[in-house]
């Protein structure tokens, strides 16, 4: 079965965030957490779509979105990403896909 949501991110903070996925942030730690969200789907599993920093002034921070059970267990992820706003599609464990589209919002 495929499961979708939508998650919400105000434009001005979203647009910082896409920007650390352009230009490298030197004063970030390795894998520092820029930003961290989960979404919920109807069956109760979610996703957390994140924004990781490189750690290295040469790298850009990078995307990911990892589903995870009702109950916690990791079910899969993507691909890592070079964009924030977008789609994350996971074919996870369970047989079932998961799909979170980020979109950026004027005026929240």
Known sequence: MRYEQTMQ???SYGNLIEQACR????DCARDEILFD???VFVNDNRMAVQV???GNAEETAW??????????????CTDVGESF????????ADGNEYVCNV?????M
Not at 103 to 107: E, F, K, M
């Open 9 to 11: 991110v105000k434009a």
């Open 23 to 26: 230009v490298p942030l030197a």
């Open 37 to 39: 969200l989960e979404v």
């Open 52 to 54: 990781i920093a490189s």
């Open 63 to 76: 995307t990911q979105g990892v589903v995870f059970s009702d109950v916690g267990e990791e079910l899969g």
């Open 85 to 92: 706003a977008g789609e994350y599609h996971v074919a996870a």
């Open 103 to 107: 979109v950026l919002v004027q005026g």
